[in-house]
C-alpha cells in the first residue's frame, strides 16, 4: 500500500477555507494569480528546457557523442558513461 501525501480530510478542510475565504473577501483573487504566475514560470521552463536540448543535440550531432565539446555543453562522453550493472535475483 502506498503511503498518503496528503491528509485524508482535505476535501473537508478545503471546503472550510474555501467558505471562510468567500465570507472574508468574496473579490480576493490571490489564488488564480498565483495559478497565472506558476503557469507561465512553467511555461518558460519547458521552453528554456527545450532548448537546451537542441543545443546539446546540435553539439553531439556537429561534434559527436563523444567529443571534449558535446561534454563543454553539459552532455555526458559515450567514453565516460558506466555500464548498467545487472543485479542477479537471490
Same mark, same amino acid.
Given at each position: ?16 477555507? !474555501? %467558505?471562510?475565504?468567500?465570507?472574508? &473577501?468574496?473579490?480576493?483573487? !490571490?489564488?488564480?494569480?498565483?495559478? &497565472? @504566475? /506558476?503557469?507561465? =514560470? &512553467? ?5 528554456? =528546457? +527545450?532548448? @537546451?536540448? /537542441?543545443? /546539446?543535440?546540435?553539439?553531439? %550531432?556537429?561534434?559527436? +557523442? +563523444? ?9 555526458? =562522453?559515450?567514453?565516460? =558513461?558506466?555500464?548498467?550493472? /545487472?543485479?542477479?535475483?537471490?
Amino acid at each position: 500500500m502506498s503511503k498518503k501525501i496528503y491528509p485524508t480530510d482535505v476535501l473537508e478542510q478545503a471546503q472550510s477555507v !474555501f %467558505a471562510i475565504w468567500n465570507q472574508i &473577501d468574496a473579490s480576493l483573487t !490571490f489564488g488564480a494569480q498565483t495559478t &497565472d @504566475v /506558476r503557469n507561465q =514560470r &512553467d511555461a518558460s521552463l519547458l521552453e528554456l =528546457r +527545450d532548448t @537546451v536540448k /537542441r543545443v /546539446r543535440n546540435g553539439g553531439k %550531432a556537429t561534434y559527436g +557523442d +563523444d567529443s571534449p565539446e558535446y561534454e563543454m555543453i553539459g552532455g555526458t =562522453r559515450v567514453s565516460e =558513461r558506466k555500464t548498467p550493472v /545487472r543485479k542477479i535475483k537471490s
